[in-house]
């Protein structure tokens, strides 16, 4: 058994994805955890096939999920790896896994992978996601999720943070080959988003890492939300979109490519612009009444 790391990995009706996913990790032999949050498919039992350790809870958040996990599973291992059912572990980031040693890690806390994400089968090379760089691997009783946001998930650590750039993450979730699949998460990820930004104009909710622009991926992306929570509500998506399209190199994706972009990164963000503005209204009404 890998004495240096175990492996997290969040589940729900994902029979299609943990197979591809077990596979690539199997042979680092480390011990792996899945935390399913009431699958209907074969997702549990495929999990226990591979030997793996399962607890089911109940599906609020991603960040609240990931914070059940890190408290309920008795990780022994000095390093946890904390992955989404629908990632590949690819071979220049399994080697790097397999010769990890704990001892040459000192005073390093966590370390970032690089991702390549796709769409419908598209590498989406440009528009601001490759490279992409997640915490995923973070010293065990160190790590811990943000439970200051609804939707964007991360984990947060204390300490030195380094980066692998060479190894990467592959994620393609298959279940979105199915457009109305992506309409119907994403309407509910608006909700969350919607709801997450009002408290932050309410002061009721903080963010907990120090946005700097040069500083780690995390910090990095503090720093752009928090411009991009003072822009004005209807008129940020225009930008963003073209942010991504033109600055960012999005239209060098390709028709598929642009459709994400578009997707993702203008009708997503002005659905959540329209659920905020109601919220306010409703807000500004029990307020008059």
């Not at 964007?152 to 980066?163: N, Q």
Request: hydrophobic share 40%; charged share 25%; proline share 3%.
């Amino acid at each position: 058994m890998n004495r240096n790391f175990s492996f997290i990995i969040l589940t729900f009706n994902e029979e299609i994805h943990l197979p591809r996913l077990l596979n690539s990790i199997i042979a680092l032999g480390a011990q792996i955890y899945i935390l399913d949050s009431g699958s209907t498919d074969n997702t549990v039992q495929i999990a226990n096939d591979y030997k793996a350790e399962v607890k089911t809870n109940a599906f609020i958040n991603h960040p609240q999920q990931w914070d059940f996990a890190l408290k309920n599973f008795e990780i022994t291992t000095p390093w946890i790896i904390g992955l989404d059912a629908d990632q590949i572990v690819c071979e220049a980031l399994f080697q790097q896994l397999k010769d990890f040693r704990n001892e040459n890690y000192e005073g390093i806390n966590g370390i970032y992978f690089n991702r390549k994400n796709y769409f419908q089968g598209k590498w989406i090379r440009f528009g601001g996601y490759y490279p992409f760089y997640l915490l995923k691997m973070f010293r065990t009783g160190n790590g811990y999720s943000d439970l200051n946001e609804n939707m964007d998930h991360r984990f947060i650590v204390s300490g030195k943070t380094i980066i692998w750039k060479n190894g990467y993450l592959l994620e393609d979730n298959l279940k979105e080959y199915d457009i109305n699949f992506w309409y119907k998460k994403h309407e509910r990820y608006s909700d969350l988003i919607a709801i997450e930004e009002i408290d932050r104009r309410q002061k009721t909710r903080n963010q907990l890492i120090i946005p700097s622009l040069f500083g780690s991926p995390d910090e990095k992306r503090a720093w752009f939300k928090n411009i991009w929570w003072r822009l004005p509500l209807g008129f940020r998506p225009y930008l963003y979109f073209c942010y991504r399209i033109f600055f960012k190199l999005g239209i060098l994706d390709g028709l598929s490519g642009i459709r994400f972009h578009y997707l993702q990164g203008f009708w997503f963000r002005a659905k959540v612009d329209k659920k905020i503005m109601a919220l306010k209204n409703q807000m500004n009404q029990a307020t008059k009444s």
